[in-house]
C-alpha cells in the first residue's frame, strides 16, 4: 500500500531563514500533492499543492518542488517568520484509495 | 472558517458509550472525509463518502461506522469506547477525489 515519509519531524530555525521539509511516497500512481499547515487547536489547512504534470510551483514566500522519478516532494518556505511555528503535514492521495498524510513536521520560528 | 461545521466541539463520555459525531460539507463538495488525530500523532484517515456512496476506508475499527446522507452530511458512529478512543476527530470536505480538502474544527472526544 501507499507509504508517506516525511523529513525532519521537527525543525527549528531562526526568523527569515529558510525552511525545507522533504516528503517521500511510494506509489508512483500518485499524481496530486498537497502540503497542509495545522497550527495548535485547528484543522489542517492547505497552503500549496503541486499535480504531477509540474515540476515547481511557488506562491509568494512558499514553495513545492516535486521529482516524480525519485518519488518525492518538498516544501520551501523563505524568509521564515514566527507565524510559520505550526505543524506540517504533506499527503499522496490518489482517487478510489485511503488519503496517507505523513507523520508531519513540527517547524519552530525563533524569532 | 473553511466552511466545513462540526459538531460538538467537545465531548465527553464514559468508555462502553457510543457516540455520535456529525459534519456539515462546504457547500457544492461532494466528498466527505473522516480522520483521527490522537495526541502528538499524525492525521489517521478512518473513511472517505463521495455523494453518499463510500469512497475509500482507512483503519477504521469495526467498532467505528460512518454514513453520508442525501444532503450530503455525514456521521461519525463511535461505539462500545475505549480510552483509546479519545482524539480530535476531523471531518474535511472536497470537490470530488484529489482535490483540495477543506477541515472542519475537529471534535474533541474524550473517554473517561
Known amino acids: 500500500g501507499e507509504n508517506v515519509e516525511q523529513h525532519p519531524s521537527t525543525l527549528s530555525v531562526q526568523e527569515g531563514d529558510s525552511a525545507v521539509i522533504k516528503c517521500t511516497y511510494s506509489d508512483s500512481a500518485s499524481n496530486y500533492f498537497p502540503w497542509y499547515k495545522q497550527e495548535l487547536g485547528k484543522g489542517p489547512q492547505l497552503i500549496i499543492d503541486i499535480r504531477s504534470n509540474v515540476g515547481e510551483k511557488k506562491d509568494q514566500r512558499i514553495a513545492v518542488t516535486l521529482n516524480k522519478t525519485a518519488k518525492h516532494f518538498s516544501l520551501h518556505i523563505t524568509e521564515t517568520q514566527p507565524e510559520d511555528s505550526a505543524v506540517y503535514f504533506c499527503a499522496a492521495p490518489k482517487v478510489g484509495d485511503k488519503v496517507i498524510f505523513g507523520p508531519g513536521t513540527s517547524l519552530s520560528v525563533i524569532p | 472558517d473553511s466552511g466545513v461545521t462540526q459538531t460538538p466541539k467537545h465531548l465527553i463520555t464514559a468508555t462502553g458509550q457510543r457516540v455520535t459525531l456529525r459534519c456539515s460539507p462546504r457547500s457544492g463538495d461532494l466528498s466527505v472525509y473522516w480522520y483521527q488525530q490522537s495526541l502528538d500523532q499524525g492525521l489517521q484517515f478512518l473513511i472517505q463518502y463521495y455523494n453518499g456512496e463510500e469512497r475509500a476506508k482507512g483503519n477504521i475499527l469495526e467498532r467505528f461506522s460512518a454514513q453520508q446522507f442525501p444532503d450530503l452530511h455525514s456521521e461519525l458512529n463511535l461505539s462500545s469506547l475505549e480510552l483509546g478512543d479519545s482524539a480530535l476527530y476531523f471531518c474535511?470536505?472536497?470537490?470530488?477525489?484529489?482535490?483540495?480538502?477543506?477541515f472542519g474544527p475537529g471534535t474533541r472526544l474524550t473517554v473517561l
Open positions: 474535511a470536505s472536497s470537490v470530488g477525489g484529489t482535490d483540495e480538502q477543506f
